[in-house]
């Protein structure tokens, strides 16, 4: 395999099917990589022993019992990409949307919670999150990336071409950003040659009927 986005101007042209089939694999691949990438370092909460968790006990006084954490954002983070590797993907979504309810200012939650619905189809909601997660993250070129994948689902050419530029120019180096602006471009011109048929076509029919 080529790398994540192999599909450049000499692809030939192949059934809708299998074009969806090619694209949503090269979707699901790019938004798990997307989703590692992100990752923010989670910590383990080292264990106590018991007399540091529960303190020194004097005479017959009951050690104190310690509370249970409350899950941090990253644990959320965490579980719900876990779930998503289950393919629970219901559960995935609710710890994402936990994540970002403890932790709104940071990009994470909304990044795997985007990158989630739109392995699942679910574009119009994916979009809008990409968008918050890049609010808080505008340096980030896999964010910009993956927001353009979001507009190419929705066959929005022109805003998927932005959002790849903006990638590449944050990370010139970029092998996915760059496949992808490959991809757009031959997907492009492939759009506007059929356009050009179909109008060619068109007013030699009309020519043709007042023959």
Known sequence: MRGVFSITATTPMIDQRERFSRFHFVLMIFCLSLMASCESG?????????EQANGQVAGNQKPAKAKPEKPSPDDHLAMGSWFWSQKAFDKAEAEFREAIEQHPESSHGYARLAGLLLTRNQVGEAIPLYQE?????????KLFAALSIAYLHQSRYSMAKSMAEEALKLAPDMAQARK????????TAVVERTRSTDAADASSNAANSHE
């Open 42 to 50: 989670q910590t383990g909460h080292a264990t106590a022993s018991g």
């Open 180 to 187: 992808l602006n490959e991809y757009i471009d031959a997907k």
């Open 133 to 141: 997660a890049i609010m808080r993250d505008p340096k980030n070129p």
